[in-house]
């Protein structure tokens, strides 16, 4: 988890205004995941990526988007259509084998003024 | 679609109580199993995994989870909390053929008195 960063770690949003969370690997993970955490819900998956250049939706993707230019790196911008954005994100990498485990960065929350 | 409950929102034990939580998930075929833990103010850190073999899995830091495929169960368990275990526990799974995702429960916050 030490080789995942994350940043900012609190980001204040503006009503109309899209924000982009940085995570950065230096894990040499090919698969990258953002998740979003809500007090009570656990973790829910908002997209992933399996390689560069390529990613899938997860169960919450509206009103987020995500780039893969770079294996190391896997921002999320959320988007003014994401009406309650108001969370804490977490990123996370793994490899690709299926034995792989999930490691997280330490977060960002994201407040809406 | 594939879902992870765990019944507890919030246990409060003395120090030295044993610990149990619960965590069924409802996916019937392959599974890998995880329990995440995040400490107040720390990244979400692996306590323990299960992929395949012994049922008994031991983790870091005392705790073990035992996989019973039967009862689609796999439940955390520690013989002797300390106050330092305070924290939220999450127990995820993920599908064994071939898939990234992992699906979390709605985690267990855990207050031990000392």
């Known amino acids: 988890d030490g080789g995942i960063t994350q940043s900012p770690k609190y980001l204040f949003r503006k009503e109309g205004q899209n924000v982009t969370l940085s995570c950065e690997q230096n894990?040499?993970?090919?698969?990258m995941y953002w998740y979003r955490q809500d007090p009570g819900q656990g973790l829910r998956l908002i997209y992933y990526?399996?390689?560069?250049?390529?990613?899938q939706k997860g169960d919450i993707a509206e009103g987020y988007s995500v780039s893969r230019e770079k294996k190391e790196s896997f921002p999320l911008t959320v988007t003014s259509a994401q009406k309650n954005p108001t969370a804490f994100y977490l990123c996370?990498?793994?490899?690709?084998?299926?034995?792989?485990?999930?490691?997280f960065g330490p977060g960002t929350r994201l407040l809406v003024l | 679609a594939q879902s992870v409950s765990q019944h507890n929102h919030h246990v409060i034990l003395s120090e030295a109580a044993s610990l149990e939580l619960g965590c069924n998930y409802s996916y019937g075929g392959t599974v890998n199993l995880f329990w995440y833990v995040q400490y107040p103010g720390q990244h979400l850190q692996l306590l323990l995994k299960y992929f395949s073999g012994d049922p008994l899995v031991k983790g870091i830091k005392g705790f073990e989870a035992e996989f019973i495929k039967s009862k689609f169960s796999f439940n955390l368990r520690k013989p002797s909390v300390q106050w330092s275990d305070t924290a939220e526990y999450f127990c995820a799974a993920r599908t064994g053929a071939g898939s990234y995702q992992l699906t979390f429960g709605k985690g267990t916050k855990l207050s031990v008195i000392p």
């Open positions: 894990l040499n993970h090919d698969a």
């Open positions: 990526s399996q390689i560069v250049n390529d990613f």
């Open positions: 996370a990498s793994g490899g690709q084998v299926s034995r792989e485990t999930q490691y």
